[in-house]
């Protein structure tokens, strides 16, 4: 007697996925369409804060306010003669290298401290302590302790954003689920590999937190410690053309900054959308 075989109909098996690619497509053209939208409001807001200030700098004595023509301008000049140039590059020096000793440091020290409960119980009043102390204040100790040279500014970038990037790769360690943990116990996942393939995909999005924030506070730093040091970097420029009521080239090296702050921001937000793609 010929067994006979009976096969589900193609077209049920292939609905679902049809209707899911339907789905991932319709809501693509939607962000795409979100997103246009998005730029065109971006571009307008800019046109007309643009159109403000040049109206309103136009109307303003030169020593207080500057349009964005004159902004322009000195930008050409502070270019074409290189000392926007040197002072960008000293400040991305001091900036690089305090922000990646602050995020290797903070992020070891975080996880160290939510892995191992005693340790973290241990030095969370000490870290609570330095995380309120004014970083501002310390600068003069700094140049006692390092005078004025790049060491103290590297020094300086590192305390402005260390502790947000410690805490918020503790918080992380210590929010994930208990019961994730429990389940990959029972499956006999060694604590090294708990470590790597549990808790760390687990706390990246408040690790990447906590590096935002940190770039903008490791910013901040970097001006400060410049400005009070007042020898090299944009915060030399700004010291400099200020006390000479040059408003142009001031905020020549406060757009400056504000650029660095922005593209610092989308390069984390791009590794972060690379290192978290399984989250989409």
């Given at each position: 007697m010929t067994e006979q075989r009976v096969e589900s109909p193609p077209t049920l098996i292939a609905a679902p996925a049809r209707t899911e690619t339907r789905r991932l497509s319709q809501r693509a053209r939607l962000l795409r369409r979100v997103s246009a939208r998005e730029r065109t409001l971006q571009l307008a807001l800019?046109?007309?804060?643009?159109?403000?200030?040049?109206?309103?700098?136009?109307?303003?004595?030169?020593?207080?306010?500057?349009?964005?023509?004159?902004?322009?301008?000195?930008?050409?000049?502070?270019?074409?003669?290189?000392?926007?140039?040197?002072?960008?590059?000293?400040?991305?020096?001091?900036?690089?290298?305090?922000?990646?000793?602050?995020?290797?440091g903070g992020v070891a020290v975080g996880y160290a401290m939510g892995w191992w409960r005693t340790l973290g119980r241990t030095l969370d009043p000490f870290v609570a302590a330095l995380y309120v102390v004014p970083m501002a204040a310390l600068i003069p100790a700094m140049i006692v302790w390092f005078g004025l040279?790049?060491?103290?500014?590297?020094?300086v970038v590192f305390l402005f954003c260390v502790f947000e990037i410690l805490l918020?790769?503790?918080a992380g360690v210590k929010n994930v689920d208990p019961y994730v943990l429990d389940v990959a116990r029972t499956f006999g996942v060694t604590r090294a590999d708990l470590l790597r393939k549990v808790v760390f995909p687990a706390t990246l999005p408040f690790m990447f937190v906590g590096l935002r924030m940190g770039a903008s506070r490791a910013l901040k730093g970097m001006i400060v410690a410049e400005m009070l040091f007042a020898v090299t970097g944009l915060g030399r420029?700004?010291?400099?053309?200020?006390?000479?009521?040059?408003?142009?080239?001031v905020l020549v090296a406060a757009i400056t900054v504000a650029l660095i702050g922005v593209l610092l921001t989308a390069v984390l937000q791009g590794i972060e959308r690379r290192v978290m793609r399984w989250r989409e």
């Open positions: 800019l046109v007309v804060v643009l159109g403000l200030w040049e109206w309103f700098g136009s109307r303003a004595s030169n020593f207080s306010f500057a349009p964005p023509t004159r902004i322009v301008a000195a930008a050409g000049d502070m270019i074409e003669s290189g000392e926007l140039q040197s002072a960008l590059a000293d400040s991305l020096l001091a900036l690089m290298l305090g922000f990646v000793f602050a995020a290797a040279g790049l060491a103290s500014r590297v020094i918020s790769a503790y420029l700004i010291i400099i053309n200020a006390q000479t009521f040059r408003m142009d080239r």
